[in-house]
């Protein structure tokens, strides 16, 4: 698969054609961990939402994928976009437009039921990431890469034990971060 990434990389059209199917299960896996927290009836689905995150993939120009890991985290940082831009789109029209536009950056491994929470989550992970950039991207690769510690601390070039450490330490701030928020928004 690496190799097929860096000649995908290179220019090697077939090289990604060749490569789709080899991580098309995988891509379903985590697409489906991302659906399985959002609210009931929603209108993505895991195929649906695979193939946006593979074409906005292919029509990256500067892709430099280190390996396996380093894929499938830029994968799954594509899908949580298009999950936070869908559910901005369903808040803004819910609320006759007035949603606030919020820049987007990382994860976390809270439940996240309704549209509303998914950009609440959004917004902390935008505050986390001002704190501490590292901790959203080993948020995002944990929880909705679906990456082992050994798999993030890979593509991040740290231990495993410094990304156990840092996704608990994402983790509680986020949580006190979200309640906060709620508490303030009620």
């Known amino acids: 698969m690496t190799r097929l990434l860096e ?3 290179g220019g090697d059209e077939q090289a990604g054609e060749e490569l789709f199917p080899l991580v098309y299960g995988e891509l379903r896996k985590i697409a489906a961990g991302y659906l399985s927290i959002e609210r009931p009836g929603h209108t993505l689905q895991p195929t649906a939402l695979v193939n946006e995150a593979y ?13 396996r890991s380093h894929f ?3 994968a799954a ?3 949580r976009r298009i999950l936070v831009d869908h559910a901005r789109r369903h808040h803004s029209a819910k609320r006759g437009g007035a949603a606030e536009r919020v820049p987007l950056s990382e ?3 809270l439940a996240v039921e309704r549209p509303d929470q998914l950009l609440t989550l959004d917004r902390a992970l935008c505050r986390l990431e001002e704190v501490d950039p ?3 991207k080993i948020v995002e690769y944990r929880f909705f890469g679906g990456l082992s510690n050994k798999e993030t ?3 991040l070039g740290c231990s495993e034990a410094t990304v156990k450490r840092r996704w608990r330490l994402a983790k509680a701030w986020l949580y006190r971060e979200m309640k906060g928020e709620e508490t303030l928004s009620e």
């Not at 074409?55 to 390996?67: G, T």
């Open 72 to 74: 499938f985290g830029i």
């Open 7 to 9: 000649a995908w990389r």
């Open 77 to 79: 940082r594509m899908m």
């Open 107 to 109: 994860v976390v491994d």
């Open 153 to 155: 601390g890979e593509v």
């Open 134 to 136: 590292v901790q959203v």
């Open 55 to 67: 074409l906005r993939l292919v029509d990256q120009k500067n892709a430099c994928w280190q390996n």
